[in-house]
């Protein structure tokens, strides 16, 4: 009984020791298979068949617990794109792939792409860089790798940053390449930069072949270009490039980054510059590189230890692995538990029409759509499909084929030495091919480019010959320009910063809307020729910014203005505000000399309408020096004396204007304004095939009274006999004819702005930016100003203006003299305050306090207004030198005297009471109250002792 007690328990302990271990082993992971197709063969397939297992140990290791195992199902290509084809249907449909990593190829990529979006599989590239192929046309597509468009921007940046105008691509001739291409045509477009030729190179040209195409392009003109090939290729056009001295001092290359990621394969010469996407330099990202070389070289027996360099193609593929392993472990159980492979297909597993569907691949693309973690290129990130571009690096490739940065592009800075927006625009310092520092122009002189047409009016009339004249020698066919135009181009073109050869060529009669039209379809490269900027022309063309500023005015005769108005003419020296302002400092003087005199001179006192007649008798009788006004105040006496030499100079002036114009030829046009033109009846004339006739036309002005003429000579004979009664055109033509015929016209105006002269260009020409700058530089110059003496003269040598001709006096006005007025005016308010307030300081005691203000002003003009007793001028000394006051000072009213002259017996009442002081002899007066004097008849008419005191 017991020995069966002791073998169930040892039963049950066997069975819980069984269960407690099944329960601490952990679940088996659930494998995902994922397929790879690269060309194991090619440099990208070799850094793939190493990065991508070496990525999958190194997640589950940084991962151990993950449900998921992601199994790599490789197959190799070849480089083949049946294979591949091949390689992906026996993948989706014998080998279960849930998805696949690849293929290599940009051409491999798009056929399968298109295969797996009918199966409903994710494609997860890590090399196709080619912008044929894109999730917007495979949406099964996803690419872990930068599109090729997305450096276009930033070579297009490169080429503006050192000022090159001219880049020609050279590419391989299949998908890689061509496709490529549009992508940096736009962006140098964009920043005015031309393509003039390009270089295709098929993938298996032989040396001779790649030599002989460089060889044809160093016979042009530019010296920039764009290399995106494949490693194989690269390597032999830099071979051909060394051989036919074009890597040397002058040439500018630059690689894309998918020859920069593989400079071990490439082996560019020194002085190279490329592209690279932008990594930050971490610790992870060094022990990782570090691990990857020793494996590389492990893997790759033959390779050279120059191409164990992590490139961007291994950090894409390894990013590319970590991200499917992620999106793995995201896939639902019912995702998992699914049947591998394609489902419902109708054929066998080579019928591509009948392909079926997977059942987990929409799921597992959504999942590694939406992947983000920190990858070793930097934050991994899809979006719509792409992986997003930080930014990318410019390196300088030196002589030991390692790559030296000296800048980054970013989208949001552009070029920056260090990515910030404190270092954009600058570059660190370059070694270009040659060993040279100095940074290469970009261009040379050409010596088979093909020249730039530039049309040229022809049967130009001979009066607007220094404007733009061509002539064709009949016995050579040689072409020569000159003229204004001619030497103002061919100026801006010595300034632009590469050689543009162009011949003249003559255009046929015809008007310039019809010439710019020309230019816009084709069939002249440029116009330069004295063609105004119109908005409807630069609907055809792009103009440079204008040579030349341009008016429209109006040319009219002179007539000599004596003969008319001669009954006025004295008011015609003196402008309406000089005569104003003069006749209002005539009172204003008058005013101040009489304030200042009124209470101590008998001259400025009287009743109201005498002291009226004084103040203006006085101002106005300086003008002649004729005031006899005897004057006391020192006060006033400064007044007058500033005011009467201020009164002198205007005399002088006013004689010596009206003088002139009775004597000298007085000019004016006969017509006053263009509203007097449009509102006569005189006929107008108007350059043949200029815009100015639709302008004036669309302004209003009657159309019957528009007259066309050819040249000078016909308007000079037009204006004498009296055809036509004004010429509207632009300035500079007027400008010549009052240079030849100066007598007896002048311009007035501008009537209306003008754009300006300009030169024409089709629509995008790189050379209009290039050219409107260098029009700058000549106009801030003064080789401009030469030009313009040298074909129209001096501009201030024109002969008559729009102000009369070269006889005209003009009228004086207010600003000639406003320095005058203001000493006289400031001297007369001075006098005037201090006058006021002395008088205001000596009699503030005779003002009663507490008044209100209005009751203080009166009693204070009360005051002023009454004489001042205690003035000199109203005492007088006798013999003895006693002072006394004179009666006169005493306000009392005249005395009766008969028809004899003797003074009648007559009591009168004094306002002024007073006695005589015994001492001094002064009669003492006090105020208020009334005496009552008798006169008595006196022989003598005065009083005692005759002397009327």
């Known amino acids: 009984m017991a020995g069966h007690t002791h073998a169930r328990f040892l039963l049950a302990c066997l069975a819980a020791s069984i269960l407690l271990t099944s329960q601490a082993q952990p679940a088996t992971p659930t494998e995902v298979k994922v397929g790879f197709i690269v060309d194991a063969g090619s440099p990208v397939g070799k850094i793939a068949t190493t990065t991508i297992p070496m990525a999958l140990e190194d997640f589950y290791a940084a991962y151990p617990n993950s449900p998921v195992r992601v199994r790599i199902l490789p197959h190799d290509s070849g480089g083949d794109v049946v294979a591949a084809a091949s390689a992906a249907l026996q993948l989706m449909t ?53 599109s090729d468009a997305s450096q276009a921007d930033a070579i297009a940046a490169l080429a503006t940053h050192f000022g090159w105008r001219r880049v020609v691509p050279i590419y391989q001739d299949d998908d890689y390449g061509a496709a490529f291409v549009p992508f940096l045509v736009d962006a140098l477009t964009a920043e005015r930069t031309e393509v003039p030729y390009r270089c295709a190179l098929p993938a298996a040209a032989l040396h001779d072949a790649i030599a002989a195409a460089l060889l044809r392009m160093e016979s042009e003109q530019t010296r920039v270009f764009v290399l995106h090939t494949r490693p194989e290729l690269a390597k032999k056009v830099f071979a051909a490039a060394v051989d036919t001295g074009m890597m040397a001092e002058g040439y500018v290359w630059i690689i894309t980054d ?231 181009f061919e100026a801006a073109v010595r300034l632009l ?179 007097e033109l449009q509102r006569g009846t005189e006929m107008v004339g108007v350059m043949n095939n200029s815009f100015v006739l639709r302008a004036m036309t669309a302004s209003g002005f009657p159309q019957g009274r528009l007259v066309r003429y050819p040249n000078s ?84 040598d024109d002969g008559a203006t729009q102000d009369g001709g070269p006889f005209t006096s003009n009228s004086l006005s207010f600003s000639s003299f406003w320095g005058l007025f203001l000493i006289t005016g400031a001297t007369s308010l001075l006098c005037c305050v201090v006058h006021l307030a002395t008088f205001v300081a000596a009699n503030r005691r005779e003002l009663p306090p507490h008044l209100s203000w209005k009751d203080w002003l009166s009693s204070l003009f009360k005051l002023f207004d009454d004489k001042d007793p205690s003035s000199h001028t109203f005492r007088v000394k006798d013999d003895g030198g006693a002072v006394s006051v004179r009666n006169d000072a005493v306000a009392s009213p005249p005395i009766a005297h008969s028809e004899l002259g003797s003074p009648l017996s007559a009591p009168y009442t004094s306002e002024w009471s007073g006695t005589a002081s015994p001492a001094t002899g002064e009669i003492e007066l006090a105020a208020g109250g009334q005496e009552r004097h008798e006169v008595a008849p006196n022989p003598d008419g005065c009083g005692e002792n005759g002397r009327g005191q």
């Open 258 to 488: 998918g020859l920069t990621g593989l400079l071990g394969s490439v082996d560019p010469p020194q002085g190279v510059i490329g592209l690279t996407p932008y990594v930050p330099d971490t610790t992870r990202l060094r022990g990782v590189k570090k691990r990857w070389a020793h494996r590389y070289m492990r893997d790759h027996r033959d390779a050279e230890p120059a191409q164990a360099v992590m490139g961007c193609y291994a950090l894409w593929a390894y990013d590319a692995a970590w991200a499917v392993a992620f999106a793995a472990e995201r896939l639902s159980s019912g995702d998992l538990s699914s049947p591998p492979g394609l489902v419902g297909g109708k054929g066998g597993p080579t019928d591509i029409a009948g392909l079926g569907k997977s059942t987990s691949g929409l799921n597992f693309l959504r999942a590694i759509n939406s992947t983000k973690f920190d990858g070793l290129g930097g934050k991994f990130e899809l979006v719509n499909g792409e992986l997003a571009v930080p930014a990318f690096q410019v390196v300088n490739i030196m002589d030991n084929g390692r790559e030296r940065g000296i800048g980054f592009w970013t989208l949001l800075h552009g070029l920056s030495r260090h990515g910030s927006n404190e270092s954009r625009g600058e570059l660190g310092p370059v070694i270009w091919p040659g060993d040279s520092t100095v940074r290469p122009t970009g261009w040379v002189q050409p010596t088979s480019a093909r020249k730039l047409r530039v049309a040229v009016p022809g049967n130009v009339s001979d009066s607007y010959k220094p404007i733009v004249q061509l002539e064709v020698d009949p016995a050579t066919n040689q072409t020569t320009a000159s003229g204004f135009v001619i030497e103002v």
């Open 94 to 146: 014998v080998q279960g792939a849930r998805a696949i990593l690849g293929p290599q190829s940009s051409v491999e990529s798009a056929f399968v792409a298109d295969l797996a979006t009918q199966a409903q599989l994710p494609v997860v590239s890590f090399s196709a860089t080619s912008p044929s192929v894109s999730p917007a046309t495979a949406a099964f597509f996803a690419r872990a790798a930068l």
């Open 713 to 796: 000579q016909t308007i000079h004979e037009c204006l004498l006999n009296g055809s036509i009664g004004a010429v509207v055109n632009e300035t500079p033509y007027l400008r010549i004819f009052l240079k030849t015929y100066r007598d007896n016209f002048t311009m007035t105006g501008p009537l209306n702005k003008t754009g300006g002269f300009g030169f024409a260009f089709p629509k995008g020409s790189p050379y209009v930016t290039d050219l409107s700058q260098a029009i700058l530089k000549l106009t801030e110059s003064d080789e401009m100003n030469m030009i313009e003496r040298k074909w129209f003269g001096d501009p201030n």
């Open 497 to 675: 910063p590469y050689a543009l050869p162009f011949e003249y060529v003559k255009a046929a009669s015809m008007p310039y809307d019809d010439l710019v039209q020309a230019v816009g379809n084709g069939t002249f490269d440029a116009a330069v020729a004295d063609i105004t900027m119109t908005a409807s022309r630069s609907n055809h063309v792009d103009f440079t910014l204008p040579y030349a500023g341009t008016a429209i005015a109006m040319l009219v005769r002179v007539r000599d203005q004596r003969s008319n108005k001669r009954t006025w003419v004295f008011l015609k020296p003196l402008r309406y505000d000089l005569w104003l302002v003069s006749a209002a400092f005539f009172l204003f003087t008058g005013f101040v000399v009489w304030a200042i005199e009124h209470r101590g001179n008998r001259e400025f006192r009287g009743p109201a309408s005498y002291q009226v007649g004084t103040l203006l008798y006085f101002g106005f009788s300086t003008l002649v020096f004729a005031h006899r006004e005897t004057l006391k105040s020192n006060l006033s006496r400064f007044v007058v004396l500033v005011w009467v030499f201020v009164v002198l100079i205007l005399q002088s002036s006013y004689t010596a204007s009206l003088t002139s114009m009775l004597t000298v030829p007085q000019l004016e046009p006969a017509v006053a304004d263009y509203g």
